[in-house]
């Protein structure tokens, strides 16, 4: 425990120290409770889109083996050229948000490959979309969690330390005080029935 002044402007500073305890602890489980519920809703979006993302997988999967021809359709056929993000807010922390993704399309002759190709380079962007939306997301709940553990530490700290410290101390004082005073009126009894022994 912190080391303090006995005296009226001591007994002050804490019942101000107090005040401001009382009144940012309300803001701060406010912004806990934003954050727990933002977490919740990222987690929920990240396991829709991965489900998406699977349905998407088996569908196309099953789709290609029976429409596709083997070595036609290859991974290659497809390249990421950029991501596009920009800047979110979500209770004070900066989050990353999904636009979307610029893809090259390796060139092929329309004349020599299956009418099919069209559309299955069609859907590999629509699973890669997903997959990349999922990552961001993830990366959004990493950032509001690393805010709810550093907001519940504060609560934490301002519930269960400052604030009982804090009101320790002021009873600390106001008993210190409280005696002194009570010491002052005794010890001016005693002078006053001292003058009023020496008068008569």
């Known amino acids: 425990m912190a080391k303090i002044k006995l005296t009226k402007n001591e007994l002050k500073k804490q019942k101000d120290s107090l005040k401001m305890y009382q009144r940012y602890l309300p803001t701060l489980m406010l912004k806990k409770q934003q954050l727990q519920g933002e977490i919740r809703i990222t987690e929920l979006r990240i396991k ?15 789709w290609v083996a029976v429409f596709g021809e083997t070595g036609i359709f290859t991974p290659k056929i497809l390249k990421i050229i950029t991501v596009k993000t920009s800047q979110g807010n979500i209770a004070g922390v900066s989050i990353p948000l999904f636009i979307g993704a610029e893809f090259e399309i390796f060139p092929y002759d329309f004349a020599r490959t299956p009418f099919w190709l069209d559309t299955a380079v069609e859907k590999m962007k629509q699973v890669i979309l997903l997959d990349l939306e999922a990552r961001i997301v993830e990366e959004q709940r990493k950032r509001l969690d690393r805010e709810l553990r550093t907001t519940t530490q504060r609560v934490n700290l301002f519930e269960k330390v400052k604030i009982p410290e804090t009101k320790l ?4 004082i106001q008993v210190y005080l409280g005696d002194q005073q009570t010491a002052a009126v005794v ?4 002078a006053k029935s001292g003058l009023v022994k020496a008068a008569g």
């Open 48 to 62: 829709d889109l991965l489900s998406e993302k699977e349905k998407l997988d088996e569908t196309f999967r099953k």
């Open 169 to 172: 101390f002021i009873k600390k």
């Open 187 to 190: 010890r001016g009894k005693i």
